[in-house]
């Protein structure tokens, strides 16, 4: 399995940016996808998630009203529509997947959950925010 995320750039206050996570390697039905992300020494953080069947999403209180997480099942992608960027949101964003068989169908994110919890992570694409 390979995950590769893509999309990042330098933006500034309240600008948008797409990142896309390319999926590869494997059916992905029962995989729930999710972005997390780091900045500079911080912990990894959750910010969204989505059923790859199904498509229900679940989004960090932080990024609910600007973050729109999608797929595209035929492109084997996972999008994450980032707007009204904010300085704060500077980061390495990453995507995970998680197997969802292991939790019996489902996964809550953080606080129930959490980022080692992923099976499979690609490495980061990087988001910088200027004032």
């Known amino acids: 399995v390979q995950l590769q995320a893509c999309g990042g750039g330098l933006v500034q206050d309240g600008g948008s940016l797409r990142l896309s996570c390319a999926a590869s390697?494997?059916?992905?039905?029962?995989?729930?996808i999710a972005w997390f992300r780091q900045a500079p020494g911080k912990e990894r953080e959750f910010v969204a998630s989505?059923?790859?069947?199904?498509?229900?999403?679940d989004y960090a209180d932080s990024v609910k009203g600007r973050f729109t997480i999608s797929r595209d099942s035929a492109e084997k992608k996972v999008y994450l529509q980032i707007n009204s960027l904010k300085p704060e949101d500077t980061a390495a964003y990453y995507c995970?997947?998680?197997?969802?068989?292991?939790?019996?169908?489902?996964?809550?994110?953080?606080?129930?959950?959490?980022?080692?919890?992923?099976?499979?992570w690609g490495k980061g694409t990087l988001v910088t925010v200027s004032s």
């Open positions: 995970g997947a998680i197997r969802l068989e292991s939790y019996g169908g489902r996964w809550d994110p953080p606080p129930c959950g959490n980022y080692s919890d992923m099976d499979y």
């Open positions: 390697g494997r059916t992905f039905t029962m995989y729930r």
């Open positions: 989505i059923t790859w069947s199904g498509g229900a999403t």
